[in-house]
């Protein structure tokens, strides 16, 4: 089985690409983030006549959440259990979708990216990740996978120029404490050793030709999923060129 996860930066706007994506990976399931749109607005015909059914969440043209899969889409559920809203009024956001897909319960997220130490978003980030850990803390049992684009470079080696980033989000250590604390409680961060290198490059100054570059996009494994991984690659590929997205698709195969 093979699974991936992809920030897509809308989903209108790289259709083309994600069913092209799919056939040439010959992928089982996807999870999207930021596709940007309400699930009437998304073009999914394609895919469906590709065989895929798909689950999705989004209210406006930010956030939003999907799960593409071929191998079973069932106990759809729109964001977990205890999940903070933001705004004002506060109201929950498009960044978390979860389903059963051929015996695995997979959860696309979009965690908030935080903005600035001091912006409330922040705060709202880490609120976030906490109760996300304490509902995760329910799957780990199962074969669970949490993937997608955490918006945290848990590690100094995740980050093209740690130095240019020391006063930003995404390398605190309140951050990386709330990351570390899933792989605490027994979640296994499931690409690193066979996929090295980073996940997103950003549109300012060719960061990706360059390859500055940040590692915030995983896949995080209950035990018995992580004891299945065979394999995972990052489809760089998938970053160049015109209409990219500024993430590349993360990809991990299960026995």
């Not at 690409?191 to 090295?196: M, S, Y």
């Amino acid at each position: 089985m093979r699974i991936a996860t992809w920030n897509v930066n809308s989903l209108r706007s790289r259709i083309d690409r994600v069913e092209a994506f799919l056939e040439r990976h010959d992928v089982d399931v996807l999870a999207l983030q930021e596709t940007k749109a309400r699930e009437d607005q998304l073009p999914l015909m394609g895919l469906q006549a590709r065989g895929y059914d798909v689950a999705a969440a989004g209210t406006n043209q930010w956030n939003g959440v999907a799960i593409i899969s071929r191998v079973g889409l069932e106990d759809v559920q729109v964001g977990f259990d205890g999940m903070p809203g933001f705004g004002d009024p506060v109201a929950a956001e498009a960044r978390a979708i979860g389903a059963v897909c051929g015996g695995v319960h997979l959860w696309s997220l979009y965690v908030p990216n935080g903005r600035k130490v001091e912006d409330p978003h922040y705060v709202y980030k880490l609120d976030w990740l906490a109760r996300l850990r304490e509902a995760a803390g329910k799957w780990l049992g199962e074969d669970c996978a949490l993937v997608g684009d955490w918006n945290i470079a848990p590690t100094d080696d995740d980050v093209f120029d740690i130095k240019q980033f020391e006063k930003s989000t995404h390398v605190t250590p309140p951050e990386r404490a709330a990351f570390q604390a899933f792989l605490d409680d027994g979640y296994a961060e499931v690409t690193r050793a066979h996929a090295p290198g980073y996940t997103y490059w950003d549109y300012y100054r060719q960061r990706f030709e360059r390859d500055r570059g940040l590692k915030i996009d995983f896949v995080l494994g209950s035990p018995s999923l992580a004891a299945r991984v065979t394999g995972a690659f990052i489809d760089r590929e998938e970053r160049a060129g015109t209409g990219a997205s500024d993430h590349a698709p993360v990809v991990v195969d299960l026995s």
